[in-house]
Nanobody, 129 residues
Framework: QVQLVESGGGLVHAGDSLRLSCVAS????????MGWFRQAPGNGLEFVAG????????VHADSVKGRFTISRDNAENIMYLQMNSLKSEDTAVYYC??????????????????????WGQGTQVTVSS
């Protein structure tokens, strides 16, 4: 069992940076693939980034590639999403999620929300233009 709590969201201007954190409780964090998703008003859930259990394999959505970076610290049970050069279209509620496997298929596995079994409550990111 894994419990997830996101933090770090807020209101920023376009071009600014934010770092989201996802603190996990439970002994299985270090053996779980993790991901970040987001949902903008009126839109469905969108994959942002995924990371395997050890942190040496990551996947980023094309819409954030080069601007966002996912990482994790298994010693501290924390996953991060560093978001740079934020745009108004990045405005959304951001969710962290944990899978029950150590690694998901690099070709689409991380982007499928059904592959994740544990979800946080979300943190709001608002980017003003």
């Amino acid at each position: 069992q894994v419990q997830l709590v996101e933090s770090g969201g807020g209101l920023v201007h376009a071009g600014d940076s934010l770092r989201l954190s996802c603190v996990a409780s439970g002994r299985t964090f270090s053996s779980a693939a993790m991901g970040w998703f987001r949902q903008a008003p009126g839109n469905g859930l969108e994959f942002v980034a995924g990371i395997n259990w050890s942190g040496d394999s990551t996947v980023h959505a094309d819409s954030v590639k080069g601007r966002f970076t996912i990482s994790r610290d298994n010693a501290e049970n924390i996953m991060y999403l560093q978001m740079n050069s934020l745009k108004s279209e990045d405005t959304a509620v951001y969710y962290c999620a944990a899978a029950s496997l150590r690694q998901l298929h690099s070709n689409g596995g991380y982007s499928l929300s059904n592959n994740y079994h544990y979800w946080g409550q979300g943190t709001q990111v608002t980017v003003s233009s």
